[in-house]
């Protein structure tokens, strides 16, 4: 294979010879300039065990691209660290200007994989129960009576099949978990009724402890998978700041730097490897990580504590491997990617596991996933490389944890190709192309050049991707062109605004506000297409590392006020008998914003609430504070969980409004109420006359009942907004939004939205943190946001849009010709017929296209 330079000045990556270390790196073709940058993903890992398989035939079908990347350890599935690690170094020895990555979970481990070095704080826990009675020291079984046995998992896991690990401790003088008077055990069976748990004793390298009633406690670790049937529920790592230590003074992320240290290090098991990925890699995390038997989410004095340890991990891991060595996490984890981890400038870049998400196979999220790849470009450490692992899935009907592939047209495909390009990310796949029986492992025409089979192809980019949309009128009219005092009269928002050389400054009204939130109203939409292009930047956030950037959101709404579309400024409960109080995990309350809530068939942006319900019953509730417009009134529809109707008496759910005089919330005044058990969105309307043009604090209730029977009491408040009375839903553009990220350096983002309905917009902001923000130029079109790439050999053309579109090559690249590829027999040999192009080239929706140079 060809042989290519790497970008700049940027180091080189060890190939794990003995002339090379981690500070020096050979030619990868996968860092080089020339695009596409493909390789192969986890098809290579299982490619060994094969029947009959041998090294030559495996090695020469994936040495076509320019790397491979697999699991060669045992931490996820058991037997990939029999034969892949001797496989994948020989294939780095012979392939020198190939990547070989290791894949490797970076948020959990099987718990009978090379632990010996962790202690029992190193992990994960759920809340913890009151152990009732004296446990034995004793092998086999044994039934333990508990506070409550309700929370403890039997069945569970991905397929549904799996039962809790659980930890049995002493605890402390001062109420915390002993680390010294630990026992592992596996769950047997549970008995709410009873409270009584029965476990196997003495499990995963522990033996069985005594320990009293009313001083001690058991607590189920906070798990993933199993991934694949006949492997093992995963223990979450705890990489918080505030992870318990060893009696060497190790935190978990300490053990991991370690770990992987000895591995890529002289004579190590990856030596010869060149980096890694870490999969499922999070900023954020569930249960308990400060060891009290609380759960706290990893958020401990309003800090995020465990993507703080996330950060400091990532920076130790990166001193120990050195700047030669590819380190990479996950960019993209669930909807909006809010959940993933922040380590700028000590990975490489990141994966997107499906593209722009997982399941987002109608490129919905567009923006977004140009924004994560296009921030980190400008944001990793160097050499910069990020890469989209292509595939969708959804689940299989009555088939728990299986998925299968979506199936879409050909013109998908391209389209997610196609962003790749647009965003300088390399490109893999699980989802693969059609492939003859017998046949090596297809791969996909855009990314060699169709039946030319040329990695690479497209060579040079000779400049960014064109973002077509900027040049249609500006719908604000130059206001915020560049943005001065014209785009500051026009925020509107619990925000001080100032205007400085360097922009419009934004700051939250409260140094204790946990987002910079507000809107810029009645912007004339004009097309049922807009796009927001954004140039900004952010300060740090107070106790949080620098270079950890925050999380932001531009929206639109049409004609009215989304309140379910980011997380309630301010939650509570209520128990029985007791005041308002902060939520507490430990009883069960919930009341957190989900981007996507399936409530019979449909889906709404929504506040999930489930009131408390573990030893203790009464109300959740979230608040937001917001001026009502003239004529408004509220909607939102009430939505309960698909066991409701059968287990539930149902939620009473209550929505009050008190006057914000002078910032303080007057007394409430209950406005709506309704009791529901329905597995159905029942969309609710409610007046606001009388507080028309006023400021008010809007509070929602929901509320066990008066039996005080709270079981799958599982409840939604969907799609609250204030709207125009009268309008019906199909006047309204749905509240919509898309993320980037923020940092100091100014960034420039794109927003991109559908189905805008209404004659004008609102524009919404939210970003993390009070601390300022700073808009240097904001611009809004009625276009779709379509794209083109020129390179030394071809163009790449990418449609977002639900129409079609045309585009002038004439203008994009004058002087230039060019022809379609030439598909391969199975691919699309329409589209890829291999003739000529005229001046115009027309795309359907969702639909991108690859040309080359005509020669």
Not at 496 to 515: D, L
Not at 599 to 622: E, Q, Y
Not at 762 to 784: D, K, N, Q, W, Y
Request: with cysteine.
């Amino acid at each position: 294979m060809k042989r290519y330079a790497t970008i700049g000045t940027a180091v080189l990556l060890s190939a794990g010879f003995s002339t090379a270390s981690a500070n020096q790196v050979p030619e990868l073709a996968v860092l080089g300039p020339e695009y596409p940058r493909a390789f192969f993903f986890r098809s290579s890992e299982n490619g060994a065990y094969r029947q009959n398989a041998s090294y030559e035939r495996w090695a020469g079908e994936y040495g076509r691209l320019m790397g491979i990347m697999g699991k060669c350890l045992d931490e996820e599935i058991v037997g990939r660290g029999r034969l892949n690690p001797e496989w994948y170094s020989r294939f780095k020895r012979d392939h020198p200007g190939q990547a070989v990555l290791l894949h490797f979970n970076g948020n959990a481990r099987d718990p009978r994989y090379a632990t010996e070095r962790y202690f029992a704080g190193h992990w994960v826990y759920r809340g913890a129960v009151k152990i009732l009675s004296d446990v034995p020291a004793e092998e086999g079984e044994t039934e333990i009576r508990v506070a409550d046995a309700g929370g403890f998992r039997i069945g569970g896991g991905r397929y549904r099949i799996s039962n809790d690990d659980v930890a049995l401790f002493g605890v402390t003088a001062d109420g915390r978990h002993d680390w010294s008077r630990c026992e592992q055990v596996q769950l047997l069976s549970a008995d709410a009724r009873a409270g009584t748990i029965r476990v196997r004793r003495g499990c995963y390298g522990t033996r069985p402890l005594a320990f009293k009633a009313g001083v001690s406690r058991a607590a189920a670790h906070q798990v993933e998978g199993p991934w694949g049937r006949d492997n093992h529920l995963l223990w979450y790592y705890n990489f918080s700041s505030l992870c318990p230590r060893d009696e060497e003074g190790k935190s978990c992320a300490d053990r991991l730097v370690e770990e992987l240290g000895r591995w890529f290090g002289r004579g190590g098991v990856l030596e010869a490897l060149d980096g890694l990925e870490f999969d499922v890699m999070f900023n954020e995390t569930q249960g308990d990580t400060d060891g009290d038997g609380v759960e706290d989410g990893g958020v401990v004095g309003g800090l995020n504590v465990y993507g703080i340890g996330m950060a400091g991990f990532a920076k130790a891991l990166r001193e120990r491997l050195g700047p030669g060595r590819i380190i990479q996490g996950d960019g993209a984890l669930g909807p909006g990617g809010a959940a993933s981890q922040r380590a700028f400038g000590f990975l490489n870049g990141i994966e997107s596991e499906g593209w722009p998400d997982l399941r987002d196979w109608r490129v919905d999220d567009w923006s977004g996933g140009l924004n994560r790849h296009l921030f980190w470009q400008a944001n990793a450490f160097a050499p910069a490389f990020s890469y989209i692992n292509h595939k969708w899935v959804e689940g299989v009907p009555g088939q728990p944890g299986e998925t299968r592939n979506v199936e879409v047209p050909f013109s998908r495909h391209r389209l997610a190709f196609a962003g790749a390009m647009f965003c300088d990310a390399a490109v893999t796949y699980a989802y693969m192309p059609p492939a003859g029986k017998g046949m090596p492992v297809g791969l996909w025409d855009e990314l060699v050049c169709g039946v030319e089979g040329r990695p690479g192809w497209l060579g040079r980019p000779l400049g960014p991707a064109v973002r077509l949309a900027a040049g249609e009128p500006d719908r604000l009219a130059g206001a915020g062109a560049p943005a001065g005092q014209a785009l500051a009269g026009r925020i509107r928002g619990a925000v001080n605004v100032a205007v400085t050389p360097e922009g419009v400054v934004v700051r939250a009204a409260g140094p204790a506000a946990g987002e910079v939130a507000f809107s810029i109203r009645d912007v004339p939409a004009g097309s049922a297409d807009f796009t927001v292009f954004l140039t900004a930047s952010a300060a740090p956030r107070a106790g949080y590392p620098e270079g950890m950037a925050r999380f932001a959101e531009v929206g639109v709404a049409g004609d009215g006020v989304p309140l379910s579309s980011a997380q309630p400024e301010a939650v509570g409960m209520c128990l029985r008998g007791a005041g308002e109080a902060a939520l507490e995990s430990a009883t069960g309350a919930l009341a957190r914003y989900q981007r996507e809530a399936k409530v019979g068939g449909a889906v709404l942006s929504a506040v999930a609430v489930h009131p408390p319900f573990k030893a203790c019953k009464g109300a959740v509730f979230w608040c937001r504070d917001v001026e009502v417009p003239a004529g408004a009134e509220l909607r939102f529809s009430l939505g309960m969980g698909p066991r409701a109707p059968e287990r539930s008496d149902g939620v009473w759910y209550s929505v009050h409004v008190a006057a914000l005089d002078g910032g303080q919330a007057g007394v409430y005044e209950k406005v709506f109420e309704e009791t529901t058990k329905a597995h159905a969105w029942l969309p609710r309307a409610v007046p606001l006359a009388q507080w028309a043009g006023r400021r008010v604090s809007l509070k929602f209730v929901a509320d066990c009942g008066p039996n005080d029977h709270a079981t799958t009491d599982q409840g939604y408040w969907g799609d609250v907004k204030l709207v125009p009375a009268g309008v019906p839903e199909a006047g309204l553009t749905p509240p919509q939004s898309r993320m980037t990220w923020l940092n100091a350096r100014p960034f420039d983002a794109a927003f991109y939205f559908r189905d805008v309905r209404s004659g004008t917009v609102s524009l919404t902001f939210r970003i993390e943190g009070a601390e300022p923000v700073v808009l240097r130029s904001l611009t809004a079109h009625a276009a779709v946001d379509t794209r083109a790439r020129l390179f030394e050999n071809g163009l790449v053309l990418g449609n977002p849009g639900h129409s079609p579109a045309t585009f002038d090559l004439a203008r994009l690249a004058p002087g230039r010709s060019y022809r379609r590829l030439r598909a391969t027999p199975l691919q699309d040999t329409q589209a890829n017929n291999g003739e000529p192009v005229g001046a115009t080239v027309a795309l359907g929706a969702l639909d991108g296209l690859f040309l080359r140079l005509a020669r």
